[in-house]
């Protein structure tokens, strides 16, 4: 007789075999794939309208975001408009992360109940679909860059590794946040709130060298402060990173992505009871 | 969990194809409409209970071999269903252990996975991927698929203008293809008109081969005759019998006559 092949026990929390699972995982990469692109689809954005849209939707609100503060506020200078639409999409890929990642499980339903499949793909479709959503407003954000005449250097470079960090970030975070929802299904009214706070506390609407030695001291605490300004530092002012703020928003990111995705694991075979 | 391409074992006729032993299975559904923080916070320091438990299998024990094709029959809320997520891993078990020797595949319920906005076509791939296809599988049965259906043009056109007949057609279609070593099929064969039901019966039957295993949920007690060579009833969560579909189906009847009788002498 030959060795089980798959081998069914009572739930405990802990983690799944794990090769058997990443090999599953990877497996399944054309389905993240092609889900996600439904996603989007069923979001019109297959339509050109609808891409134009993805670009439209944050230029206008960086627009607003401009008259609001600058204009009225009497100054404006090129390198804040060009800080304000750098930072506001890196916000919004982690923000649609977020707002995607929280439904992910609990939209799934019917795919959960009726299949077997590993869990975590639904959340990581959801950031899938926020850079797809980002990718346009990068190519935007570097247009801006060359319109408003804003400095170039190799340094500029360093966007590349602080944007793999901001991916980990929006995977540890939509990973968590899905897990969360299936036991408190009101974190996802909650939300909405918790990104606004989010936008507010972070460098975007300011910049992080304007605010005061006492504030900043607690931005230690919120994960993409100095991703943030990493970000704008690299994109906008072409200057390299702080190695602070590099190693701050690597180690927020790889703790949050190891908690969400050990949270996530350990409880996903329970996700089809308590749906 | 395991794809079905991962696997191509040899199986011979009679080698245990999925070993369920002693298996039980506890539900613990919240009583809240929804479990939320709220709830959670408003009943802190209460004692409340917040859930209610729901036994839905009881020590089932069973094999199925290769070869078979086993019925499972049974009222509603017997545990059928349920039986049926635990042997393909969905859901986990509360006691006992299960043993699967091969790749499962499982139609639970039509067109899983599937995006109304997408066009048929779309959605073969959507579906194939979320049954554990891979692209090139997909790819090399999609015109088999397209047949099966007997959609014609209208796999072109976005899932949203199909009737449900249709969508079923398509459904089933996509999960017929699929050649595992285990087919799990709950309440999916009766789909469509007579002809597709037809259809899909002989593809049923055309997928009974000696390295096979199915494994059938059905209400139909005539389909499940004539398909299967073994049937297991469930009752609210135990095994009432096992063995030789005539027999089963039989004691089945019996049952559910006397049920029915002693009810009404109640009403009356």
């Keep these: ?275 | 969990m395991i794809s079905l391409s991962d696997f191509n074992h040899d199986h011979s006729q009679g080698s245990i194809a999925v070993s369920v032993q002693n298996l039980g299975l506890t539900y613990t559904t919240s009583i809240d409409k929804k479990p939320t923080l709220k709830a959670r916070i408003k009943s802190l320091g209460r004692g409340k209970k917040h859930t209610r438990t729901v036994k839905a299998l009881n020590g089932v024990s069973l094999d199925v071999r290769y070869g078979t094709v086993l019925g499972i029959i049974g009222s509603n809320g017997a545990g059928k269903s349920s039986l049926m997520r635990v042997i393909s891993g969905i859901v986990p078990p509360t006691e006992g252990r299960i043993e699967v020797h091969g790749s499962v595949s499982t139609l639970l319920a039509l067109g899983v996975g599937f995006n109304q906005a997408m066009t048929g076509r779309e959605n073969v791939y959507l579906g194939g991927l979320a049954a554990g296809m891979s692209r090139a599988e997909i790819d090399a049965n999609f015109q088999a698929i397209a047949d099966f259906s007997e959609l014609g043009e209208a796999i072109d056109a976005p899932m949203r203008t199909y009737s449900s007949g249709m969508f079923a057609r398509l459904a089933f279609s996509v999960a017929a293809v699929v050649e595992p070593d285990i087919l799990i099929v709950d309440e999916a064969l009766s789909t469509g008109d007579a002809h597709f039901k037809a259809k899909s019966l002989s593809r049923m039957k055309e997928l009974r081969t000696a390295d096979r295993a199915l494994i059938l949920v059905s209400h139909a007690l005539a389909t499940i005759e004539d398909l299967c060579n073994e049937v297991i009833w469930l009752d609210k969560g135990t095994l009432m019998a096992r063995g030789n579909p005539t027999e089963v189906i039989a004691a089945y009847r019996e049952f559910m006559n006397v049920r029915k009788s002693a009810s009404s002498d109640e009403d009356v």
């Excluded at chain 1, 899938?128 to 935007?140: D, E, Q, R, S």
């Excluded at chain 1, 966007?159 to 939509?174: D, K, Q, T």
């Excluded at chain 1, 299904?185 to 936008?199: E, H, K, Q, W």
Aim: hydrophobic share 55%; glycine share 6%.
């Design chain 1, 1 to 275: 007789m030959s060795q089980p092949v798959i081998v069914y026990e009572p739930f405990k929390a802990g983690l799944p075999p794990m090769r058997a699972y990443l090999r599953s995982l990877w497996h399944r990469r054309a389905f993240v794939s092609e889900f996600a692109r439904s996603e989007l689809r069923e979001q019109n954005f297959g339509s050109v309208f609808g891409q134009l849209w993805l670009v439209l939707n944050p230029l206008l609100l960086s627009g607003v975001y401009f008259l609001l503060i600058y204009v009225i506020g009497g100054t404006s200078d090129e390198i804040r408009f060009g800080h304000l639409t750098a930072t506001l999409f890196l916000f919004y890929l982690i923000a649609n992360s977020l707002t995607g990642g929280v439904k992910a499980i609990t939209s799934g339903q019917r795919l959960i109940l009726n299949t077997s499949f590993p869990r975590i793909m639904l959340p990581i479709s959801a950031v899938v679909v926020a850079i797809f959503k980002f990718l346009p407003t990068l190519i935007v954000a570097l247009a801006i860059h060359a319109i408003l005449g804003l400095p170039y250097s190799w340094q500029m470079l360093w966007a590349i590794p602080i944007l793999l960090i901001s991916v980990v970030m929006a995977l540890g975070m939509a990973i968590l946040i899905s897990c969360i929802n299936v036991y408190f299904r009101d974190i996802s009214s909650m939300l909405p709130y918790l990104t606004r706070s989010l936008l507010y506390l972070s460098p975007i609407l300011y910049e992080a060298s304007t605010i005061s030695e006492s504030i900043k001291q607690y931005q230690i605490v919120n994960p993409i402060f100095y991703l943030l300004d990493s970000w704008s530092r690299v994109l906008v002012h072409a200057e390299a990173p702080t190695t602070f703020g590099l190693l701050h928003s690597s180690l927020f990111a790889l703790v949050i992505f190891i908690l969400g995705t050990y949270f996530f694991l350990s409880r996903e075979r329970d996700f089809a009871v308590r749906l």
